[in-house]
């Protein structure tokens, strides 16, 4: 049966205490690592090995995607690729860089939940002094995905009336019905869909009063939150030594002590990048690299990604699944066997 592996560029770039714990002297010399996913790659012979680099996602949105930090933040990738690239086709794969968006300069948040809450529609229950959501019982949320947004209303009754004071919120564009949505393709959201205006950007934000505000607001934990929250790559600078401060409480995991870290900034206003709108400039769409040509073809949509990546007749390909994060470099032994 095909096998998938994944692994984590931030893995091999930045964790070396674990790369070091888990990997191996390359024949290159000696002292030298390598990186686990090459390890992967070469002991276990994966049909698809996908790789994420974050690097190319967080840092754009931090400083805005023609920063010079967003530049110097798109070579680490490069820097930390190329062996792997070299060494996989050598072996017999064709590689993939697959980017599944690209992030456009937007430093406006709307606060949509915050909206509907003025509307008393979301429930927010205090808990232990902190506003918690209450979807269940809410007559509508949202759930931010930077530029768009999905709303769930509990009350088809209340659609149109929802629709109506989104619709009316600076800084968004189009507010997306059943009918909206059908003619945007296949769309599985909320009853109504938002999206925001080019410069624009959707906050998760739920509570009026930020002494109301959840712990998980200032930590990432994107499990917790009701949306992306792009303010987590940012560091607090209401907290004093917000930096050593982090990695004093981070070292308290180590012995087993329970730890709260509190880093992420409860004003988003330094966002600087964001994406989830459908490109006007193919130079801010996905894009599609491969080094096979019979992968490569001028335009695809989302979904013809996969059968290029994972062919339909490949034996086990309807087991195997995977996804790669916002740039990712993939490994298909499959496509270089001339089965794509």
């Known amino acids: 049966m095909p096998s998938t592996a994944r692994a984590d560029a931030s893995t091999w770039t930045s964790r070396s205490r674990t790369t070091r714990r888990r990997s191996r002297a390359t024949p290159s010399g000696a002292g030298e690592s390598e990186p686990p996913v090459r390890f992967l790659f070469d002991e276990k012979s994966p049909d698809l090995t996908l790789v994420h680099t974050p690097q190319m996602d967080y840092g754009p949105q931090r400083s805005g995607p023609r920063s010079a930090a967003s530049v110097r933040a798109d070579r680490r990738p490069d820097d930390a690729l190329s062996p792997l690239t070299d060494h996989f086709p050598a072996a017999g794969a064709a590689v993939v860089a697959l980017g599944e968006y690209g992030i456009t300069p937007a430093s406006r948040p709307v606060d949509l939940n915050r909206a509907l809450r003025r509307a008393g529609l979301p429930e927010v229950p205090t808990r232990d002094g902190m506003a918690c959501l209450a979807p269940r019982t809410s007559g509508a949320f949202v759930v931010a995905d930077h530029q768009v947004a999905h709303v769930c209303v509990r009350d088809l009754a209340d659609v149109p009336e929802v ?21 945007q393709g296949p769309v599985r959201s909320g009853e109504l869909a938002v999206v925001a205006d080019a410069d624009a950007w959707f906050t998760y934000y739920y509570w009026l009063d930020d002494d109301r505000a959840p712990d998980f607001a200032r930590q990432v934990e994107i499990h917790r939150k009701p949306g992306c929250d792009p303010a987590e790559p940012l560091w607090d600078d209401t907290v004093p030594a917000v930096k050593p401060r982090a990695i004093g409480r981070v070292a308290r995991k180590e ?86």
């Open 163 to 183: 629709a109506k004071g989104l619709g009316e919120l600076d800084g968004v564009e189009k507010v997306l019905g059943a009918g909206g949505k059908a003619a």
């Open 255 to 340: 012995p087993g002590f329970r730890y709260r870290v509190r880093t992420v900034p409860l004003d988003p206003a330094d966002v600087r990048g964001s994406h989830g709108r459908a490109p006007t400039d193919l130079d801010h769409g996905p894009v599609l690299l491969c080094s096979e040509p019979a992968v490569e073809h001028t335009e695809l949509t989302a979904t013809d990604v996969k059968p290029r990546l994972w062919p339909a007749g490949s034996a086990g390909s309807a087991e195997a699944k995977g996804t790669t994060g916002a740039t990712g470099a993939t490994v298909d032994r499959t496509a270089a066997e001339g089965r794509a």
